[in-house]
DNA sequence: TTGAAAGCGCTAACAA
DNA sequence: TTGTTAGCGCTTTCAA
């Protein structure tokens, strides 16, 4: 059976509290006696069991990351690899676990979050991406938990949020090929449940408003974050009698998808067709060519959900905590697939 | 205050200790006993605090993930976003909480495992690669901790890992080039301090052996798992005056920086050079041209080490545990990258 | 500055 | 089949 502090209290001579104490640097205690103490714990190799902790304290410093639940929603891996690896530090520095979580579907998921919120597991919870309609939103909110969206909630839009200001990002990415003379730009959309589909999506149509340029239905195309999409709309594309001479699309992964669809027909790229898509990922970097990408800043995105949560739950019964969104800033990061001036036949 | 098993009892006009077997599916409880406590914890929502269940059964019903600590190290995420999906999604369905601990250095590594594990939070760790010379394993094997590695240990042969076969892998991809007609043949491998640069490398040498084929020194690279390492490799493999015709790659990411130092320098694959590596991540298969490469059932890999790990815990005092590595098969797919024969030149 | 005692919410002998 | 009781390892009043 492993050491606890009942062992430590006897060896060290001193009342079980006692070790206790010296354990929470509790202030009124002798400098003697914490050293003694120290010393016998380190001599029998003594480790606060957790859960006893938990129990009492009735808080567990843990938190717990709510994971897409298939692969085909797993899009990017980099942007939840990031995510997950700034969430994690940022909990680990200030003492927190993280646990991940996930479920076969939403109801699982659900149920998931709640035997872990509900039975006192965890304090809170980071869910990884926006759907328009989350049943997990609906839960986490109606039960008055705390939680933390990556992205936005439509229904709730107080709800404590980091996100990107993904309608200015996107108008930029629109407005960076408009001022290189491109006047007919398409959009390669993410799936419409998705609240970061519609933002930019929203951001790209204003941009073309604004410039007083036409904007058709068939130059936007609905997808998924996958390759499979981009090589899909491009066949699409390319076919039109009025096709666009660059487009903007939801994700690098999807641009890679449009650029071996472009490969096999024959065009290439700047010269035959503009691209900038989102998140920069370090591949986008090594492509050819190399892709014009808005920059999201992922990881500093998983480092202040993390940080925000964790304030949340210690500030717990006093001054209310602050809510609402918080916006990572963007950043358009040209490269060669959007640096030629507006393609032949424009 | 949360509902607690005495709110049900009193309710019920049962005794905790009945709630409780209710909760447990006890054998020896009425039928009549047990609907109407599971209505009544339905009516108060009652939900079991599941620190206190596992302070007293003395178990966690919790493992615990090693995310390798930096960005740079984090190679492939898609590796490790497969990995932990797989680890997740068998853990849950065993009733297994996971939860991701990472550390700045080996030092605060070990330091993190230990707490979880000794602090009775987890039951088993599963480190998600294989160093050379890993402190943590020490610690985990020292300590007689229920663990799984991915990859193996050079130190403990014996321990419960999870693995391609490696050495054979790269074997089969090394003669796959032989058999188009290769006889110089380059190998990129990722960081000297991980087991699988070791072994992939040491298939590569004995398929050249096995066919009588040169190896030179100047043929193998080290690098990292990054796209950067394939685009440093390959501008000073096509430098050498008897460069090499194809290439093993450690994996895929590497190829991306190869096609992309290839076609900067007017190469073209599989023309002037074939290329083969390891992982299959779905985009190998939209690079251009796409990428021929060895599948190694990541997704399943992780499933495997979560079951493996959660069946170690749970055989705890019986029967010992069967140790030794567990090897998930390995598939080779061949695509563009490695389809024609020998370039010209050879 | 320290100790004694109660209790966090649950399980599991032992009785009944 | 159910209830009583004694903890799991820790924190935290209250008293000394």
């Known amino acids: 059976m492993a050491v606890t502090i009942k062992d430590v209290a006897k060896k060290a001579g001193v009342s079980p509290s006692t070790v206790s104490r010296v ?14 103490v ?47 690896r700034g969430i994690v530090t940022q909990a680990n520095r200030q003492g927190f676990d993280v646990l991940i ?5 939403e109801k699982d998921e659900v149920e998931g979050v709640s035997r872990l919120l509900n039975g006192h597991r965890v304090d809170g919870v980071i869910l990884l991406y926006s759907r328009i309609d989350d049943p997990v939103v609906d839960f986490l909110h109606k039960n008055n938990h705390k939680f933390v969206l990556i992205g936005r ?33 398409g959009f390669v959309s993410g799936p419409p449940e998705l609240v970061v589909s519609k933002d ?7 941009a073309l408003i604004d410039s007083g340029l036409e904007s058709k239905p068939e130059w936007i195309v609905e997808g998924e974050f996958l390759q499979e ?3 899909r709309a491009i066949s699409f594309f390319m076919n039109l009698p009025d096709r666009p001479t660059a487009i903007v699309l939801i994700d690098d992964v999807v641009s890679f998808g449009v650029l071996r669809g472009l490969h096999e027909l024959n065009y290439k790229v700047p010269e035959d067709l503009c691209l900038v898509s989102f998140n920069n990922i370090p591949l986008s970097e090594m492509s050819t060519p190399p892709l014009s990408s808005v920059d999201i800043g992922i990881y500093n995105m998983g480092y202040t959900a993390s940080q925000l949560l964790i304030q949340a739950i210690q500030n717990t019964g006093e001054a209310k905590t602050e809510l609402g969104r918080f916006i990572i800033p963007h950043r358009l990061v040209v490269r060669e697939s959007s640096i030629f001036s507006v393609p032949k036949g424009s």
């Open 23 to 36: 354990l929470s640097n509790h202030p009124r205690i002798s400098a003697e006696t914490s050293r003694k």
């Open 200 to 206: 930019r999506l929203k951001g790209y149509m204003q």
């Open 38 to 84: 120290r010393e016998i714990m380190e001599e029998l190799g003594y480790h606060p069991n957790i859960m006893a902790k938990n129990l009492v304290s009735r808080t567990t410093n843990s938190i717990c990351i709510l994971l897409p639940k298939s692969a085909e929603e797993l899009f990017s891996n980099f942007f939840f690899m990031e995510l997950i």
């Open 153 to 185: 909630s439509e229904h709730y839009p107080d709800i404590l949020s980091v996100d990107t200001d993904n309608v200015q990002a996107s108008y930029d990415a629109t407005k960076h090929l408009i001022s290189l003379g491109h006047e007919r730009i």
């Open 229 to 231: 999409s981009g090589y």
């Open 101 to 105: 979580s996930s479920g076969a579907n």
